[in-house]
């Protein structure tokens, strides 16, 4: 590298608001981030991880938070994904990634979602998948799938 | 197949995006679970389901269905019809219910 120059960072980085309770705008951050992989040139099953990590993030917030936001931070090695929300947060974690445990009210069943399989199916599509919570603060999920 | 060969079959009535019925269909899936759906369902498949909302356009976009096929006589709403618009993705519905809408896909698929 020349003297003086700072090495440029190519990560592209992204973020996406996303409001509790809005069901209509529900999934459009998760469009939009798959739109970019696919201009950038991912290959088709990358996306198709990389999709349903954002759109069980997104869910994920849109049921249980107040608000939200997905960070993304793109490379041509590596898609992070952080969701990280203002709500009730997770009390046991352990029983949160159970498959079929989900505290969504009845509401929100009758509308297909709260099966409790949408943090198992973000870990399923991860190659790091970490998730930390405060109790009556918020949640903060981070995801990474490696280009590979 | 394409995706105006199974119309007849399943005895669909188009909703909306009638310039995109020549996309392919190669499988289905049957759910109403939508992570279900987010987790199993395969590209170019037909979704058949009772969900009616419009977040149900937002699993198929993002897994590149072929298409949402609504059973059992219910009706999308509005705003599913103008989300499924806006995001090219066709909906249709039939009065059969899912096992039968189901079972004439299947044997199309597989004659």
């Known amino acids: ?148 | 197949m394409k995706l105006s060969e199974t119309i007849g079959e399943l005895e669909a009535e188009v909703k909306c995006c009638e310039s995109s019925l020549d996309r392919d269909v190669s499988w289905c899936y049957c759910s109403d679970l939508l992570s279900d759906v987010m987790a199993n369902a395969k590209k170019d498949s037909i979704w058949i389901t009772l969900q009616t909302h419009p977040n149900i356009v937002a699993v198929a976009s993002l897994l590149g269905l072929s298409a949402i096929l609504v059973s059992r006589g219910a009706e999308p709403d509005p705003e599913t019809i103008a989300k499924a618009v806006q995001e090219n993705i066709p909906v249709l519905t039939t009065k059969l219910p899912t096992f039968e809408a189901a079972g004439r896909l299947y044997n199309l698929l597989n004659g």
């Open chain 1, 1 to 148: 590298m020349e003297k003086g120059k700072k090495p440029v960072s190519k990560d592209i980085k992204h973020e996406y608001p996303i409001r509790g309770m809005d069901f209509v705008a529900a999934g459009e951050a998760s469009s939009n981030i798959k739109h970019t992989l696919q201009l950038i040139g991912f290959a088709p099953a990358i996306i198709r991880r990389a999709a349903i990590a954002a759109y069980e993030s997104e869910m994920n917030i849109v049921i249980h938070a107040t608000e939200g936001t997905l960070k993304t931070t793109i490379s041509p090695e590596r898609i992070e994904i952080i969701a990280a929300d203002t709500g009730p947060g997770i009390p046991d974690i352990e029983l949160a990634m159970r498959e079929g445990y989900s505290t969504a009210p009845d509401h929100i069943r009758e509308m297909g979602f709260g099966a409790g399989m949408g943090l198992p199916n973000i870990k399923n599509v991860s190659d790091e998948f970490t998730l930390d919570s405060t109790f009556g603060k918020g949640t903060t999920l981070k995801v990474v799938i490696y280009n590979q």
